[in-house]
T-cell receptor, first 110, second 115 residues
Framework: RKEVEQDPGPFNVPEGATVAFNCTYSNSASQSFFWYRQDCRKEPKLLMSVYSSGNEDGRFTAQLNRASQYISLLIRDSKLSDSATYLCVVNRNSGYALNFGKGTSLLVTP | DAGVTQSPTHLIKTRGQHVTLRCSPISGHKSVSWYQQVLGQGPQFIFQYYEKEERGRGNFPDRFSARQFPNYSSELNVNALLLGDSALYLC??????????????FGAGTRLSVL
């Protein structure tokens, strides 16, 4: 079983739609959780950290369920500029590695 | 402030050759990590260095090696290149290791093609 699993998509949604991405991780000792965004042929960029209580940054909401080892990202009011690959990322607090999922591709259409 | 810088941006090599990739972290960051990303996959961890010491190694063969210099810059070396080494090599820097210090910021990467 891969350490971090995501639905690869692609997700094709119209502008203004709400879209949700899900991710599961296998290592129950994982301590830190992130969503990164990667545009085509570019480097990953940190979108947001994910905290146990859930957190929101504008149109983006991230949730963590440690019992189910499940992370989610909700994007409200999708913009064309949200089109990208979203990477679910988990690491252990020892800091040795970021474990990435394969990414979920999102295309927002006019 | 400058972000993470990597050089070269693109590289073409032939099988069996050696390659050295370079990375300069964000000023003030003491940790550098290296990742390999092949098309259609997420980045895979290769090495992490902190204060010039190796702090972690991923599941890569011994042909891959790295080091960190006193100024916290880093090199990734790959010997005896194989076709399967063709990938985007990403360097990430962070303040430290563990917790909030491990939020990693990526450079634009070096795209390596092995022919």
């Amino acid at each position: 079983r891969k350490e971090v699993e995501q639905d690869p998509g692609p997700f094709n949604v119209p502008e203004g739609a709400t879209v949700a991405f899900n991710c599961t991780y296998s290592n129950s000792a994982s301590q830190s959780f992130f969503w990164y965004r990667q545009d085509c042929r570019k480097e990953p960029k940190l979108l947001m950290s994910v905290y146990s209580s859930g957190n929101e940054d504008g149109r983006f909401t991230a949730q963590l369920n440690r019992a189910s080892q499940y992370i989610s990202l909700l994007i409200r009011d999708s913009k064309l500029s949200d089109s990208a690959t979203y990477l679910c990322v988990v690491n252990r607090n020892s800091g040795y590695a970021l474990n990435f999922g394969k990414g979920t591709s999102l295309l927002v259409t006019p | 402030d400058a972000g993470v810088t990597q050089s070269p941006t693109h590289l073409i090599k032939t099988r069996g050759q050696h390659v050295t990739l370079r990375c300069s972290p964000i000023s003030g960051h003491k940790s550098v990590s290296w990742y390999q990303q092949v098309l259609g996959q997420g980045p895979q961890f290769i090495f992490q260095y902190y204060e010039k010491e190796e702090r972690g190694r991923g599941n890569f063969p011994d042909r891959f090696s790295a080091r960190q210099f006193p100024n916290y810059s880093s090199e990734l070396n790959v010997n005896a290149l194989l076709l399967g080494d063709s990938a985007l090599y990403l360097c990430a820097s962070s303040l430290g290791v563990g917790g909030i210090g491990n939020i990693q910021y990526f450079g634009a990467g070096t795209r390596l093609s092995v022919l």
